[in-house]
């Protein structure tokens, strides 16, 4: 059995329903018909991104790759109806390398003494541990 | 209604100011009934009054209210057991508080619930007051904890198939017995007892009973002897096969033949609900990757009585489309979010799949830095968006052991400090720091592993040790260094780890005339130095780690050494043992084993002594650690060999005659193996003995107890196949493992 | 193990030494750090005389300690039972203050769960909502924002997770909560420019432009709106704003001050 694995993350595109929701449809149908999009703008004159992802993971200790992604974009009117769709797929995407700042936060942090202590010793798992450990020497 | 003031009667104790600033009321300002309605409730809430009226006369609120006596202190009497300190956490009266009968009633049910957690079902508990004046009253609780309820026996009705002791073995309360007083095993408990039902549920549908039923299961408490007789009653019914697998789909674009194949149940094999839940996973998983992930996946099983087969059909079809909106993780104390968010193979946005999350909820448990994990769903912004809430509470993984051991074979008696994390800084990673010693060793040892190395599922980590043993006369022996290690996951049962390893070596020896050519060139050359590059690949589906019933663990290792260092060699080792009940009625377990290496060098030069195989009294019973194999004649210098083969066959039986709670087994074995071929170099004096195979053999019979401490084992064999120069030892002591 | 002496309870009775003094007592010792001493006189107040003015000062006195030693469960625990039985005093603030303090000094990092950090801020509004002309509402209001600072970080925290393993969806809706529920946190600068990432990343430029141009607006000098720049820049894109994105909207209550 190949040990390679497909991961599909996001909005699953259905090609049937697709077709329910063409140009001029209202937002409602293309609710009802797509589902509710993986990113909105909650305004009236607004797009809906339906978001979806495939990756690979050639063994089980892999990161999955990217293989596939595909955004379809809703657009809609004024008055709220679909006047145009794109696709947006991998090779429109970039690649980007995250800026490895981060915004400093709080928080008291738990030191590995106290994490120890505030555990409490359990007596029967260190007693276990006690003699299972002096088997194992080689010369 | 407005009233101009209020006019407090009967609060005497309390003071009237704090009955006025209960009150909702407030002199010159409106108020309805309802407003009366709450401060009545709010008066009675502060438990300090029996009785509260509200009247309003003129302009002036009349409250009339007549106290409670006061608990002036609480004392706690005769309790050895618990503190007096967990004792006050457990009742609801406290010093100050009210005095009222209904509340004491509650906290004496309260505190028998506790004594009956730690065994003392038949504690007597009383109270006594003692008026301290003005309405203030001294209350305690004389508290006779009685002697710790034992459990006499637990019966089986209705198991003809496994014997009480097998099943006894499988549920966590035990009867009394030696040790009960440190395992505290013994104690009956409602849920524990629902939890042993379920134990046996499980081991039932694993093993072809997918009929079995608990009748009933009830613990009666005999009053004279203060100990309860546990009965359990079963209905085993049939034992079944799997009859005819097959994989339906209502999904269009899933074709139900290819899945066939990912199912484990097959037919005739013996039924096992595991398979079933195998097949469901692995079928899910499937589907879901072929771009289905709203598939569902649900068995259905029918008996056929007659041939005592189910056939199970597996049902996909389109579950209702859902999206993960969130993904909340609470009650992580000291566990960081990543560590648990990483279990999960779905991300926020993804689709709803219930099989992901039943997958996440296993791994997490496995983790086993958590006491509970529990997964719910709440509805989402949108019908069709759900909100996963991962509830965990973490438990201590440190342990701090300080302990003392005896193994026999001149190492006498063993002290040993640890310090191990399983879940250091709550990062997941893996930490321990060790160091023992006894008479003639010492050894140290820190290794540390993280489970997610760069973000890839590879577990890499160091190891440093340092080992030193004067056993030997007229030389002693020490080696240190570290290995740097990484291991991968191939799938559940079988995973491979690629290690580089460090190590300096040093023989010294004060009288080195006494010691063999070959030994006083590795004493006069020390401190000698092994870096070497190995890859090992492990495979273990052992039931349970500790007396296992069924399963095999086994590896394989090739190590290449050569990359600097005095050593140039290509080793390859491999060892397999392999479980298998023989009898389930009378508990007896087989297990045979078997095991071999070769060493070669790589550049045609000579190997060193430390570079060549060596046995030890775990691989051949009878023999002591370097007793057989090539030996130089002076001195007894073990040379070790370039080859070796062992094999092992083994029965085990629960003891009879002894109380089964005490947890021994017998078991008889039988030993086989050799050691040959010596590639050191031997410039002078005799040649070594024993270079050409030999086979050795030994029989013997050993005790094994499952101590709370760990399983301990003692081995009593007799070689009757050896050498002349072979070194014997007939008894050994010390710990058992698994492998 | 040791187990606690029996006591007579006849012989218990009420020790009554005058209120004023036990509180005098306990005020000398907790001058001269002895904590320990000054915290037994302040419960045998509590205990010989409840319900006394001194009793309820007591009160407030050893909530107060709790806190300062670091015992935030006890500081909570006094402090609600001071509020259950005196509602309405002239120390109700503080001690309701104290409370949100002792919940402050338990919030974790963000990698952690953040519910010390939801009930400060409960606590800590009920110190500006009930008593809004107390001393403590200014020190109350930055702690809410502290905490919310960390709630934000959360969010922040589990956005960066899912936005390296490249899962651009779950990444954006996480910032997007920062944006849109935690807009005057310390975090919003760094969520913008996420966002701007994120939509770069999938290849939606307008969207990428519109979260560069709202945190240009607002945020001006700030590095992270260099960054963005940077980054649209190298591809040939300015910051620009498409007035009909949420990103805008949002960014019209920063630019308004509305929160």
Redesign the interface.
């Known amino acids: 059995c190949s040990t390679s694995e497909v991961i599909h993350n996001g909005y699953v595109i259905d090609k049937q329903t697709l077709a329910l929701a063409p140009v001029g449809s209202s937002r409602e149908q293309v609710l009802m018909s797509l589902g509710s999009p993986s990113a909105t703008a909650t305004f009236d004159t607004e797009v809906f991104y339906y978001i979806s992802q495939t990756r690979k993971r050639a063994v089980a200790f892999m990161k999955p790759t990217l293989v596939e992604q595909n955004i379809l974009a809703v657009y809609f009117n004024k008055d709220g109806e679909v006047d145009r769709l794109a696709n947006y797929a991998l090779q429109d995407g970039r690649v980007v390398d995250m800026i490895s700042r981060t915004t400093p936060t709080g928080g008291t942090e738990l030191s590995f003494i106290m994490r120890l202590l505030k555990g409490g010793v359990n007596p029967a798992a260190a007693a276990q541990q006690l003699l299972g450990s002096n088997q194992n020497r080689r010369y | 209604a407005v009233i101009r003031q209020i006019d407090v009667r009967g609060a005497d104790r309390i003071g009237s100011e704090t009955v006025r600033s209960a009150l909702t009321i407030v002199p010159g300002k409106d108020f309805s009934n309802a407003d009366i309605d709450t401060s009545i409730k709010r008066l009675y809430a502060t438990g300090f009054f029996s009785d509260v009226r509200v009247s309003v006369s003129g302009g002036t609120l009349v409250v009339v209210v007549n106290e409670n006596q006061l608990i002036n202190q609480i004392v706690f009497n005769g309790n050895r057991k618990i503190t007096d300190e967990k004792l006050i956490l457990l009742v609801k009266s406290k010093p100050l508080g009210p005095y009222s009968e209904s509340m004491i009633e509650a906290d004496l049910q309260s505190l028998r619930s506790a004594y009956a957690d730690i065994g003392r079902s038949d504690v007597q508990i009383t109270t006594q007051t003692a008026p301290v004046g003005n309405g203030r009253v001294n209350l305690a609780f004389v508290i006779n904890e009685g002697d710790r309820t034992k459990i006499d026996q637990i019966n089986f009705t209705g198991n003809n198939h496994y014997s009480a002791t097998r099943l006894r073995s499988l549920i966590i309360t035990k009867e009394s017995g030696l040790f009960s007083f440190i395992t505290r095993k013994d104690i009956y408990n409602e849920d524990k007892l629902r939890a042993d039902e379920e134990s046996l549920r499980q081991f039932y549908y694993n093993h072809g009973y997918a009929d079995f039923r608990v009748l009933s299961s009830n613990a009666v408490l005999d009053p004279a002897t203060n100990e309860y007789v546990i009965t359990f009653d079963v209905d085993e019914g049939e034992r079944y096969t799997f009859g005819p697998v097959n994989v339906e789909s209502t999904v269009e674009g899933v074709d139900a033949a290819e899945l066939q194949g990912l199912t484990e149940s097959r037919e005739g094999k013996t039924y096992r609900a595991k398979d079933v839940q195998a097949s469901i996973s692995e079928i899910s998983k499937r589907v879901a990757s072929a771009g289905y992930p709203f598939a569902r996946v649900t068995p259905r099983g029918n008996r056929d009585m007659a041939s005592k087969t189910i056939s199970v059909d597996y049902l996909v079809d389109q579950g209702e489309r859902g999206y993960v909106e969130r993904i909340e993780i609470r009650g992580n104390t000291s566990t960081r979010d990543y560590v648990i968010r990483r279990e999960f193979d779905l991300s926020e946005g993804d689709a709803f799949n219930q099989e992901a999350i039943s997958e996440a909820k296993r791994r997490l448990e496995r983790l086993g830095y958590f006491q509970t994990v529990n997964i719910s769903t709440q509805p989402g912004s949108a019908p069709d968006r759900v909100v996963i809430i991962v509830d965990v509470v973490d438990q201590s993984t440190g342990t701090f052991g300080i302990g003392a051991g005896y193994a026999t074979g001149g190492e006498g008696f063993i002290l040993e400090a640890s310090v191990e994390e399983k879940n250091f800084l709550g990062r997941g990673q893996f930490i321990r720091v060790s160091a023992s010693g006894g008479a003639v060793t010492r050894n140290y040892n820190i290794s540390f592993t993280e489970p997610y190395f760069l973000g890839y599922r590879l577990a890499a980590g160091f190891d440093l040790f340092r080992n030193e043993n004067q056993l030997y006369d007229n030389y002693s022996y020490a080696d240190q260094g570290f290995s740097l290690r990484v291991s991968a996951p191939i799938n559940n049962d079988l995973s491979t780890t690629v290690r580089y390893n460090y190590k300096e070596v040093d023989y010294t020896s004060d009288n080195i005339r006494a010691l063999s050519q070959p030994y006083q060139e590795v004493v006069k050359g020390s401190p000698w130095l092994t870096s070497s590059v190995s890859n090992s690949f492990n495979y273990n589906t052992l039931d349970t780690a500790i007396l296992p019933h069924e399963g095999i663990v086994a590896s394989i290792t090739q190590e290449l050494a050569g990359l600097g260092g005095d050593s140039e060699f290509y080793k390859l080792s491999g060892k397999a043992r392999g479980y298998y009940t023989l009898s389930d009625e009378m508990d007896v377990v087989g297990s045979l084993s078997a095991g071999g290496g070769h060493v070669l060098s790589t550049t045609g030069k000579s190997l060193n002594v430390f570079d060549q195989f060596q046995l030890d009294s775990d691989d051949i019973r009878g023999f002591s650690d370097t007793g057989l194999g090539p030996r130089m004649r002076k001195n007894d210098d073990p040379l070790g060999g370039t080859t070796y083969f062992t094999v092992s066959a083994e029965v085990t039986f629960p003891m009879p005659g002894v109380p089964q709670d005490a947890g021994f087994r017998g078991g008889f074995f039988l030993d086989a193996g050799t050691l040959y071929g010596n590639d050191v170099k031997i410039k002078s004096g005799k040649p070594p003995q024993g270079v050409d195979m030999s086979l050795r053999a030994s029989a013997g019979a050993s005790v094994i107890w499952a101590s709370p401490f760990g399983p301990l084992r003692v081995d009593y064999a007799v070689p009757f196949l050896r050498e002349d120069f072979d070194i014997v030892q007939r008894l050994k002591f010390g710990i058992s493992t698994s492998f | ?1 040791t ?2 002496p ?2 007579d ?2 012989k ?3 020790e009554t030494d005058p209120p004023e003094q036990l509180y005098n007592e306990g005020l000398a010792n907790l001058n001269a750090g002895k904590t320990a001493e000054a915290q037994r006189k302040f419960d045998a107040l ?2 010989q005389h ?3 003015e001194w009793a309820r000062k007591a009160l407030v006195m050893s909530t107060f300690m709790k806190y300062r030693s670091g015992d935030n469960e006890g500081a909570i625990q006094n402090g609600t039972r001071y509020l ?6 002239k120390d109700s603030a503080y001690v309701q203050y104290l409370i949100g303090l002792s919940y402050s ?9 953040q ?1 010390a950090a939801a009930k400060t801020i409960e606590a800590m509004l009920k110190v500006v909502n009930d008593y809004p002309k107390s001393e403590y509402v200014d020190d109350a209001q930055t702690k809410i924002r ?1 905490a919310r ?2 709630l934000a ?2 969010e ?3 956005g ?11 990444a ?3 910032f ?1 909560t920062v944006v849109e529920q935690f807009p005057n946190t ?2 919003v ?2 969520a913008l ?2 966002l701007c ?2 939509y ?5 430029a307008d969207e990428a432009q519109t979260a560069a141009a709202v945190l240009g607006h607002n945020y001006p000098d700030s ?2 709106y260099k ?1 963005s720049f940077a ?1 649209l820049q190298s ?1 040939g894109l300015a910051p620009r704003e498409n007035q ?3 990103i805008s ?1 949002a960014g019209k209550k920063l630019l308004l001050g509305e929160s």
């Open positions: 193990c187990s606690d029996d006591l309870i006849t218990l009775a009420a509590d205990r409840p319900f006394s259950s039985l005196y509602p309405q005093t000094k338990q919030i974790p990092t963000v990698t952690q769960d519910r502290y600072d960390q970080g959360k922040m925290q589990v960066r997770y899912y936005e390296e393993r490249k899962e651009y969806l779950a954006i809706s996480r997007r310390n975090q600068e760094e420019a996420r990432e994120s770069y990343a999938l290849g939606l590095e992270w960054d980054l591809k009909g994105s949420w909207r």
